[in-house]
């Protein structure tokens, strides 16, 4: 199991907890909410970062020396801009075959053989495998790179901001073709997201945080809101300036605060859910 128990960066995420056991997760917010630093932080590729990240009992925090090992084969992730994961000097299939060689997994022809199943999983013709990343359109960077951080079939995929760059058009494709892979693999995945639409389409249980707060998680809490954070960020009403409130850290925005709502705010279960409020 992949768990957060109370992770910390800097002022930006505040104590995350959470359990990655299902088969699909979404983190709901916006670009300033904290989510963006979950991939760097699970990855080790940012320091300051207090708290807990436990892989089978195994603290990744304190563990750095650990993480070469399990990134692509325990945990991968793709980048809201594809295009950083690639060097610019190879083509598609000599970063399959480079994973497979440097994990000590089999050759290069291994690595090209399994990266090209998993590239025409996706929808896209073999011949990209020939392709180096600057003749890539926006959506095929977009699969490739989910290609990569699948086809070792590792036990935890994240994937930050899958519309980055993409027409509707292209978002639609690559959300089927989403639906189409996650049927197929064994990995958990967790999604990473400002558009409710698409973790909706995309995920079972989700996670809502606002300036790096979590403030309602749950199944299926899309169809039903109860914070108000989430029910403005769905209805499309967050003001263009947000700042972080006293007790609940959305009490300086929200149109139902009151002056309780700026002390400790407790979290209130129900219906298999946990929200941060004091109005449900």
Same mark, same amino acid.
Not at 238 to 244: A, R
């Given at each position: 199991m992949l768990k957060y128990d109370c992770l910390t960066v800097g002022t930006e995420l505040h104590c995350l907890t959470a359990e990655i056991d299902k088969t699909? %997760? +979404?983190? =709901? +917010?916006?670009? #300033?909410s904290g989510k963006e630093l979950l991939i760097p932080a699970t990855l080790g590729l940012i320091d300051g970062v207090s708290g807990s990240i436990y892989l089978d009992n195994i603290d990744l925090v304190k563990s750095r020396d650990l993480l070469d090992r399990i990134r692509w084969r325990r945990i991968s992730a793709v980048f809201y801009d594809p295009f950083t994961m690639f060097n610019p000097l190879y083509d598609v299939a000599s970063h399959f075959s480079e994973i497979v060689v440097s994990h000590n997994l089999g050759n290069e022809e291994f690595g090209i053989e %399994? $990266? =090209?199943?998993? %590239?025409?999983? =996706? $929808? =896209? #013709? $073999?011949t990209i495998m020939s392709k180096l990343p600057h003749q890539l359109s926006p959506l095929h960077a977009k699969k490739v790179a989910i290609a990569l951080a699948t086809f070792l079939e590792p036990d935890y995929i994240l994937i930050d901001d899958i519309e980055f760059g993409l027409s509707d058009i292209g978002r639609a494709s690559l959300i089927n073709s989403l639906i189409d892979l996650m049927g197929t693999v064994r990995s958990t995945f967790v999604f990473l997201d400002n558009n409710p639409a698409i973790l909706s389409r995309l995920t079972d249980y989700v996670i809502v945080l606002f300036k790096g707060r979590t403030v309602e998680e749950g199944y299926r809490i899309l169809e039903n809101p109860l914070h108000p954070y989430l029910i403005d960020l769905i209805r499309g009403e967050i003001k263009d300036t947000n700042v972080l409130g006293e007790g609940c850290p959305y009490s300086s925005q929200c149109r139902f605060s009151t002056s309780k709502c700026k002390t400790e705010v407790p979290w209130v279960s129900l219906d298999g859910r946990k929200v941060r409020c004091l109005g449900v």
């Amino acid at each position: 199991m992949l768990k957060y128990d109370c992770l910390t960066v800097g002022t930006e995420l505040h104590c995350l907890t959470a359990e990655i056991d299902k088969t699909s %997760v +979404g983190i =709901l +917010g916006e670009r #300033d909410s904290g989510k963006e630093l979950l991939i760097p932080a699970t990855l080790g590729l940012i320091d300051g970062v207090s708290g807990s990240i436990y892989l089978d009992n195994i603290d990744l925090v304190k563990s750095r020396d650990l993480l070469d090992r399990i990134r692509w084969r325990r945990i991968s992730a793709v980048f809201y801009d594809p295009f950083t994961m690639f060097n610019p000097l190879y083509d598609v299939a000599s970063h399959f075959s480079e994973i497979v060689v440097s994990h000590n997994l089999g050759n290069e022809e291994f690595g090209i053989e %399994v $990266g =090209l199943e998993y %590239v025409k999983l =996706l $929808g =896209l #013709d $073999g011949t990209i495998m020939s392709k180096l990343p600057h003749q890539l359109s926006p959506l095929h960077a977009k699969k490739v790179a989910i290609a990569l951080a699948t086809f070792l079939e590792p036990d935890y995929i994240l994937i930050d901001d899958i519309e980055f760059g993409l027409s509707d058009i292209g978002r639609a494709s690559l959300i089927n073709s989403l639906i189409d892979l996650m049927g197929t693999v064994r990995s958990t995945f967790v999604f990473l997201d400002n558009n409710p639409a698409i973790l909706s389409r995309l995920t079972d249980y989700v996670i809502v945080l606002f300036k790096g707060r979590t403030v309602e998680e749950g199944y299926r809490i899309l169809e039903n809101p109860l914070h108000p954070y989430l029910i403005d960020l769905i209805r499309g009403e967050i003001k263009d300036t947000n700042v972080l409130g006293e007790g609940c850290p959305y009490s300086s925005q929200c149109r139902f605060s009151t002056s309780k709502c700026k002390t400790e705010v407790p979290w209130v279960s129900l219906d298999g859910r946990k929200v941060r409020c004091l109005g449900v």
